[in-house]
């Protein structure tokens, strides 16, 4: 079965970093793109970053352009989002998701993991 784990969330103070994981296991990791999303209370749902399968190609949204980098190692089912220059506004439960092909654009999300929360003090 399927299944996505994040952890790294935490407490930081804005200008800060954290780096996030998602762990995989439960399908074949290197075949699929791994997104990440965030939603803070009171808010919809939001697109953050997206990684397909081979890890050569990444998006993000525009609000994380140059801040976020998400990267992947293949060989430890384990997607990544290093989160840099912090802003009280990234605050939220980022969760990861596995897509069902190997791109970022075509496919629906298909497992989610639990989430993980990021706190970002001003």
């Known amino acids: 079965q399927s299944h996505l784990a994040e952890s790294g969330g935490g407490l930081v103070q804005a200008g800060g970093s954290l780096r996030l994981s998602c762990v995989a296991s439960?399908?074949?990791?290197?075949?699929?793109?791994i997104g990440w999303f965030r939603q803070a209370p009171g808010k919809e749902r939001e697109g953050v970053s997206c990684?397909?399968?081979?890890?050569?190609?990444?998006y993000y949204a525009d609000s994380v352009k140059g801040r976020f980098t998400i990267y992947r190692d293949n060989t430890k089912m384990t997607v990544y989002l290093q989160m840099n220059s912090l802003k009280p506004e990234d605050t939220a439960v980022y969760y990861c998701?596995?897509?069902?092909?190997?791109?970022?654009?075509?496919?629906?999300?298909?497992?989610w993991g639990q989430g993980t929360q990021v706190t970002v003090s001003s």
């Open positions: 998701a596995v897509r069902g092909g190997d791109t970022c654009h075509g496919y629906e999300y298909d497992y």
């Open positions: 439960g399908f074949t990791f290197d075949y699929y793109a």
């Open positions: 990684i397909d399968s081979s890890g050569g190609g990444a």
